[in-house]
């Protein structure tokens, strides 16, 4: 499959701004109420909160992580406009001095990540903020929303990349994503983690992503016969064109391509690819694939599409299907087969005193902690080691600077360079924790100090 138009050029977007709603409203009522309560007990010191993954989906042997960019220009533009306040103030649960200090909020605070495309694995704090105590309450919801959601949506995508393997992988998501920010957000989570591009045109402006899109069913069904179609489509778009062959008979309109394409020949103009959206793709597809080669189209591709995920394409691969790539729309952008990660922010550090939460089955390691990075002389991961940021390095580390005081440490990967990161990461999974359906081992070490300490903290 073609792009609709010569595929833009990943740059840079400023984060929040006509990115996702930035409103301070776009929270849970207990942080409003949380921020009344520090500030009334003059509760204000450093706080240290870290984001993690509890554990792995099922069938899931990694996750990537993504949406920090997005995370990054929500705290840069935080703050309540006047008549936000104006709302709160009406609805009587707060007095005139906390909507006064509300008009005051902004993110002061420091934010050290993984960066984006990397891969990580349960219990991991991949986010560290550190932050007066009300500041970082309040960022608690969106933080969580933003950085779940597209991590969720990588993760899935990075595993359609590795079952597709090198085949071209398009989004095809937006009509069934859940909303328009999950829509536009689930193409640049993609893309990230593989997919060549997406058929979601807010997605190419909004990121510079490649823009793919085919034909409808409508069209060829306004037409009297799929031949005058096919011949009216390329004649509008004769440099870049997908027809798409399955509205009534598959194999029937496959041949009515290759008399259309042995016309057009002569011309300088040829059928790029042929899609197939329902029945047996895998049957169609060979067949189609022979009706084309023995009609001398050996240059048209074939792509599929149709309740597509990484299992339904590994299948259709393991029969030999002569597909050129893959359009993956509904499981894809909403993730259906793990549509939810056990993702938590959690309090590990306050005013100096290191803290943990110990319910059952819940419980965190207390302290600032860094992930370390092990591989093999191949580059292949062999295990990490969450640790105290205090302790002396011994691998590589994955937490790195990206806000100080509030303000930017340099600026952020740029989509691009991040997706490239994103395809390194892959690159050092050992091939079990590349299967789809088998849970594999890998190694989380957790240090003997923080071990010592979470002692020391339940003994205080």
Sequence with gaps: MSPATDPPSPHDHTAGVGDAP????????????MLHAYWEREMEATAVFEFSVRQLPERRNFLVA???????????????????????????????????????LRFTGDVDAVPEGTVFFAGQPIVRITAPLPQAQFIESRLI????????????????ALAADGRTLVDFGLRRAHGAEAGTLAARAAYLAGFDGTATVEAGRRYGIPLFGTMAHSFVQAHRSESD??????????GENTLLIDTFDTLHAARAVVS??????????????????????AQASRDVRRILDDGGCRDTGIFLSGNLDEFAIAGLLAQGVPADGFGVGTRLDVSADAPTLDCVYKLQEYAGRATRKRSAGKATWPGRKQIERYRDAQGLLTRDAVVLEEEPQRGERLLRPVMRRGRRVGSLPTLAVAREHARREFASLPSPLRS?????AFTVDISPRIRELAVAVDTE
């Design 436 to 440: 789809l359906e088998s849970r594999a």
């Design 145 to 160: 929303n933003l950085l779940h959601f597209q991590t969720l949506i990588a993760s899935k995508a990075a595993r359609c």
């Design 260 to 281: 259309l394409a042995q016309g057009l020949r002569p011309l300088g103009v040829r059928v790029k690819a042929v899609r197939i959206d329902s029945g047996d793709l």
């Design 66 to 104: 993504a949406g920090l960019e997005q995370l990054i220009g929500y705290l840069e533009a935080l703050h309540f406009e006047p008549r936000e306040l104006e709302w709160l103030d009406s609805t009587g649960r707060f007095g005139p001095d906390f909507i006064r200090r509300l008009a005051q």
């Design 229 to 238: 179609a096919f011949r009216h489509f390329v004649e509008c778009f004769p």
């Design 22 to 33: 930035t409103t301070a409203l776009l929270t849970d009522l207990y942080q409003l109420t």
